[in-house]
């Protein structure tokens, strides 16, 4: 599970085996009692959230589209390692 950064004690990253064929580029915004997956294309969206509320979702939502290119950058040089 490779940590692409960390943001007030929530951990964004993504899963090297996840999904056969692979799925889109994504994040996951975990943290002890809630969890959230969001696709960051075409828009910034949460595919699946638990444990986040409303206000909270907002500001994953706003963290992700900041740094969108950041994580696409990481998932591209993750996923081209070993191919």
């Known amino acids: 599970m490779p940590t ?4 007030n004690g929530i951990r964004f990253h993504f899963f090297a ?3 056969m064929p692979r799925e ?6 975990e943290r002890s009692d809630a ?3 969001l696709w960051l294309y ?4 949460i ?10 979702q907002a500001i994953l939502l706003r963290i992700v589209r900041q740094r969108r290119d950041e994580i696409e950058r990481f998932w591209n040089e993750f996923f081209s390692q070993g191919s």
């Not at 595919?47 to 909270?56: H, I, K, L, V």
């Open 4 to 7: 692409v950064f960390r943001f």
């Open 17 to 19: 085996n996840e999904g």
């Open 24 to 29: 889109p580029v994504h994040i996951h915004a």
């Open 35 to 37: 969890d959230a997956k």
């Open 42 to 45: 075409p828009d910034v969206t």
């Open 47 to 56: 595919a699946r959230t638990f444990g986040y509320n409303r206000s909270e």
